[in-house]
């Protein structure tokens, strides 16, 4: 039976293809008069070429809300902006910043930046499956029903792990994540089959999610939850381009405010933990602080959490040139220390994001502080040059991934409402390859267990 959700590039035996004929056009289009518009800016050609791949992502990441899983569309464009525009903000912006600046110069940054996204954004884009969440929906109508009151059952669970997980060991804090993560996964299933109480739940995690982020004054997850239900919303809203773009463009000044005041708020919540609250963000919002030296300018501390090419440029001042390449050494323990299981490695790392950072870029930072080397940065690091080559076997994995999962999807159907858990780690652009595999690998093992354990045990279809 042909599930008809499936839109790959080439023809498969058993899979009525859906090309969405056309949904680069506009993206394309508007890429390209973005490059020329900064080439005739007499912006350097590569950083030109880059804002227009920049552009292209996040008109590809619009096109796609209300069609697709916009797994890669979100992954593309955050490393687009991260990589390529905040970068760009400090090299043309003199005072952008005043702590986090780039320590190579723009020619030296873009000439392996640039293409290595191209080749990132090609590869993906050729080989990874599209999966029309319209398709999917009227699919699952017909061939796989799950009941209303199961998935609130599933995100009451996940309300309930996320308090108790904050007193489990660190052994098995990481379970506890993931099913305090099975509440965004809720709201899936309440979008994709338009139960009654679907508003009401998807208010309620967020309005949840939100107060969470502003007690601790952490709004990552909020932020990448949000980019990767948005497309369920629009499906279910038929929202038009316009009203997409109005909403995109809504979100960004509302994550703009937010950034501008993010330090000060921080450190009101250090001084008064229990003082963290929708209300004392609000209140900060509307009362921003007045200084307006360096990076707690607006724009600058904006940019200062949007460039994640400052890392990168650190790493590629230092590598070769006080250390060696790597030569794949921190990929092959990637790679051993997320699918081998301790017993079998001795030695075996205990993975957190940052452990590099200091040894890679030859920066020191405070303690309590942490930031990831990302993708691209390791790529350099193990490879220099050749991390452009690198990039694009990095977006053959992500494709690989995606087609296991529509394989498996023939017989669960509903397993592809679970890939944004899967690939978490992976929207966020400083996140390093130990991390994204590691999430990937453990993530997967708690998905299909919990399709295993559900049906025999309680007889659940979910």
């Known amino acids: 039976m042909s599930t008809g959700i499936i839109q790959p590039r080439q023809r498969r035996p058993g899979l009525r293809l859906q090309l969405n004929a056309g949904s680069d056009l506009l993206p394309l289009v508007v890429g390209v008069a973005i490059t020329g518009i900064a080439m005739l800016a007499q912006i350097y050609y590569v950083t030109a070429l880059g804002l227009g791949l920049a552009v292209y992502c996040t008109a590809r990441y619009i096109e796609a809300l209300g069609k697709e899983i916009a797994i890669v569309p979100v992954i593309s464009m955050v ?36 293409p290595a996204m191209y080749v990132f954004v090609l590869v993906t884009r050729l080989f990874a499956p599209e999966i029309s969440v319209k398709a999917l929906r009227e699919y699952l109508w017909r061939v796989r029903p799950v009941k ?29 994540v993931l099913l305090g993560q099975l509440k965004h996964v809720g709201v899936i299933y309440m979008l994709i089959y338009r139960y009654p109480l679907r508003w009401w739940a998807t208010g ?25 239900i948005l497309s ?33 708020y921080r450190m009101a919540i250090q001084n008064n933990p229990s003082g963290g ?36 440029s650190a790493i590629m ?17 990637a790679v051993t220390d997320s699918l081998l299981p301790r017993f079998l490695v001795a030695d075996k790392r205990k993975v957190n994001m940052g452990q590099n950072f ?15 080397i990302s993708i691209l940065g390791e790529a350099w690091i193990n490879f220099g040059y050749w991390g452009i080559l690198f990039m694009g076997a990095w977006g053959g994995v992500f494709a690989f991934v995606l087609r296991v999962i529509v394989r498996f999807a023939k017989r669960n159907p509903t397993l592809i409402l679970w890939t944004p858990l899967l690939f ?13 595999l590691n999430h990937m690998v453990k993530a997967s093992v708690f998905i299909l267990m919990f399709y295993a354990i559900l049906p025999r045990l309680f007889r659940i279809k979910i």
């Not at 309620?204 to 982020?213: C, D, E, P, T």
């Open 204 to 228: 309620f995690v967020f309005l949840l999610q939100i107060n969470a982020a502003a007690a601790g004054g952490f709004f990552h997850d909020l932020i990448l939850w949000s980019a990767l």
């Open 317 to 333: 001042s230092h590598v070769p040139a006080s250390m060696p390449h790597e030569e794949g050494a921190t990929v092959v323990a």
């Open 358 to 372: 200091e040894h890679y870029t030859g920066l020191t930072i405070s303690e309590g502080t942490t930031f990831g």
């Open 148 to 176: 209303q009151q199961i998935i609130l059952l599933v995100i009451a669970l996940s309300l309930i792990a996320e308090v108790v997980g904050r007193f489990m060991p660190a052994g098995i804090a990481f379970v506890f």
């Open 79 to 114: 490393a687009a902006l991260q990589w390529i525009v905040g970068p760009y903000l400090a090299y043309y912006f003199e005072g952008v910043t005043a702590k986090y600046y780039m320590y190579v110069s723009e020619q030296e940054y873009m000439r392996y930046v640039v």
């Open 424 to 436: 978490l780690q992976a929207v966020k652009a400083e996140t390093e390859i130990a991390i994204v």
């Open 232 to 264: 369920y919303v629009c499906l279910d809203l038929k929202l038009n381009r316009a009203v997409k773009l109005i909403a995109i463009v809504i979100g960004t000044l509302a994550v703009i405010q937010v950034q501008q005041v993010k330090s000060d």
């Open 277 to 312: 609250s929708i209300t004392a963000l609000t209140q900060a919002i509307m009362n921003p602080s007045k200084r307006l030296d360096g990076e707690e300018s607006g724009l600058g501390m904006l940019n200062a959490r949007l460039n994640q090419g400052w890392i990168i």
